[in-house]
């Protein structure tokens, strides 16, 4: 058991270990964060939907945030998409409830 505890550790840059599972966490959450941001920024620039990185970003984010938009669909919050704002708070309650449950268990 102490050579899987070791191996599920790493070192921050302070040198304390931190679960590489909770690390995991955070860069995702990162990741999704910046990808939720460029989707709203280019639902304000409106560059054309045939450029690649365009194509992929809307790919990724649309699974993520169509759920939420059938429940607070634009034209019901004043033309104001919320979803992007939704996803990510759920997503970071979600992260912190799993971080606080790996840090009890380990």
Same mark, same amino acid.
């Given at each position: !058991?102490?050579?899987?505890? #070791?191996? !599920?550790?790493?070192? *921050?840059?302070? $040198? #304390?270990?931190?679960?590489? =599972?909770? *690390?995991?966490?955070? +860069?995702?959450?990162?990741? @999704?964060? @910046?990808?939720?941001?460029? *989707?709203?920024?280019?639902?304000? =620039? *409106?560059?054309?939907?045939?450029?690649?990185? &365009?194509?992929? +970003?809307?790919? &990724?984010?649309?699974?993520?945030?169509?759920?939420?938009?059938?429940? /607070?669909?634009?034209?019901?919050?004043? $033309? +104001?998409?919320?979803?992007? /704002?939704?996803?990510? @708070?759920? #997503?970071?309650?979600? #992260?912190?409830?799993? +971080? $606080?449950?790996?840090?009890? !268990? $380990?």
């Amino acid at each position: !058991m102490p050579l899987l505890k #070791a191996a !599920m550790t790493t070192l *921050r840059g302070d $040198g #304390a270990k931190m679960p590489t =599972v909770v *690390r995991l966490i955070q +860069i995702a959450l990162d990741v @999704l964060f @910046l990808l939720l941001l460029a *989707r709203c920024v280019i639902s304000w =620039v *409106r560059p054309s939907h045939y450029h690649p990185i &365009v194509r992929w +970003i809307e790919e &990724v984010t649309d699974p993520i945030l169509r759920p939420v938009q059938r429940v /607070l669909p634009p034209w019901k919050t004043w $033309g +104001i998409d919320f979803s992007p /704002l939704v996803v990510f @708070l759920l #997503a970071n309650l979600l #992260a912190r409830f799993l +971080i $606080g449950l790996l840090q009890r !268990m $380990g």
